[in-house]
């Protein structure tokens, strides 16, 4: 067993109710260790390409600064983000020198501040590269910038007719550091849409000025080296998320859930428990309630279990805002008291089997957990 070592910090919302691990609800396990092991994991499928993390959404509800910080220690030296104030807020976290590319382009009004922090703007559009390259103007310095274009997901980037409309002259004043593009398919190896993709990539790159390429998110690294290019953009597979559906997960489990019991009571067949009595006891039952909901980021839909000593406890009606309601009668009598605490994900039920059972997609259960959790970080 390597040392545990604990960096525990306040939620990061201003809602947030958790001060200390004692008066929180819920307690989120973050293990970097992990993290970095996914990180490596990735590194040893890429004879040619760097590798850098993608922590938007605050490191997919994990921590952008945390994780970021820990993947520094693994050399990382390039990070995204979504939007510009998660740009910002990062600098503030890790300091100058690593990379902070705004994935979603900076909006006007922004770009000064983003170029003081030194972040690289990702211009989706002629519109904000003459805004960024007015930027460099105003500081009176070349800027880095990336390009998006669109090879086919129609959702962000230059589209192929207004990159044919690009002119050197608007790149004056920047350094172009990255053409980039995203995949729409890429967890789905035998869509076509991939190569369809990779090739109109090959064409628009060789319109634009000569600049290191990107094309893989974490799915996109398992399609093979020819869709890594020069630097790989994973991010919900540094998270413990299966990037490839359907295949053993290749990565490590990063991440824990525990509630906490409040009450536990005894219950005669036949009682109606929680909003619209969705469960009724078959027979005399014992339920513990826990501090945990759907304002936790616990889907309404995911009606499924808590685990404790190993023993499936599950959800006795409906998931409320603040509370869930478990069937404990599998435990002996007076095992599980208030103050002690079920695994909600855990070896059990990870954050995929969750996501199933929710009929979503394990990104959007792990980027709505956490701003109300205690969080632990283990193997900082
Ligand atoms: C979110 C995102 C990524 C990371 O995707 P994962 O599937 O989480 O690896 C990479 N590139 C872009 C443009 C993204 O929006």
Same mark, same amino acid.
């Given at each position: 067993m390597t040392a545990i070592s604990f960096v525990r910090r306040q939620a990061v919302t201003s809602s947030s109710i958790s001060s200390d691990e004692a008066s929180a609800g819920a307690i989120l396990?973050?293990?970097l260790g992990a993290i970095r092991e996914n990180y490596r994991r990735l590194k040893a499928m890429l004879p040619r390409a760097a590798c850098s993390a993608v922590v938007k959404a605050d490191g997919y509800g994990l921590g952008a600064t945390e994780v970021a910080s820990a993947l520094i220690g693994e050399g990382c030296e390039h990070f995204f983000v979504?939007?510009?104030?998660?740009?910002?807020?990062?600098?503030?976290?890790?300091?100058?020198?690593?990379?902070?590319?705004?994935?979603?382009?900076v909006f006007p009004g922004a770009e000064d501040d983003c170029a003081q922090a030194g972040l690289i703007a990702v211009a989706n559009s002629a519109a904000q590269l003459q805004a960024w390259r007015k930027a460099a103007c105003r500081v009176g310095r070349t800027l880095p910038v990336a390009v998006q274009v669109d090879t086919g997901m129609s959702r962000l980037g230059m589209s192929p007719s207004e990159v044919d409309g690009l002119e050197p002259a608007d790149f004056y004043g920047l350094e172009p550091?990255?053409?980039?593009?995203?995949?729409?398919c890429a967890d789905e190896p035998d869509n076509p849409v991939n190569q369809i993709q990779r090739h109109a990539f090959e064409v628009l790159r060789q319109k634009l000025p000569p600049m290191p390429a990107s094309l893989a998110n974490s799915s996109g690294i398992f399609l093979g080296e020819e869709?890594?290019?020069?630097?790989?953009?994973?991010?919900?597979?540094?998270?413990?998320?299966?990037?490839?559906?359907g295949r053993p997960n290749?990565?490590?489990?990063?991440? %824990?859930?525990?509630?906490?019991?409040?009450?536990?009571? &005894?219950?005669?067949?036949? #009682? =109606?428990?929680?909003?619209?009595h969705a469960f009724r006891t078959a027979a005399a039952s014992r339920t513990a309630t826990i501090a945990l909901g759907y304002a936790d980021g616990w889907p309404r839909r995911a009606g499924t279990a808590a685990w404790f000593d190993d023993i499936r406890l599950p959800f006795a009606g409906r998931v409320s805002m603040d509370l869930i309601v478990l069937d404990i009668s599998a435990l002996p009598e007076g095992?599980?008291?208030?103050?002690?605490?079920?695994?909600?994900? %855990?070896?059990?039920?990870?954050v995929d089997d969750v996501? &199933?059972?929710?009929?979503? #997609? =394990?990104?959007e259960i792990l980027t709505g957990l956490g701003s109300r959790f205690w969080r632990v970080y283990e193997n900082a």
């Open positions: 396990r973050i293990d979504a939007h510009a104030s998660e740009g910002l807020s990062l600098r503030t976290g890790i300091g100058d020198g690593p990379k902070i590319y705004v994935m979603n382009g550091v990255l053409a980039m593009s995203h995949l729409a869709y890594q290019y020069d630097l790989v953009r994973p991010g919900v597979a540094l998270y413990g998320i299966n990037p490839v559906p290749p990565m490590r489990k990063v991440v %824990s859930l525990e509630a906490k019991v409040i009450q536990t009571r &005894e219950l005669e067949a036949g #009682i =109606g428990v929680g909003y619209g095992q599980l008291k208030p103050g002690d605490t079920v695994e909600l994900i %855990s070896r059990h039920q990870t996501a &199933e059972i929710a009929g979503t #997609i =394990g990104y």
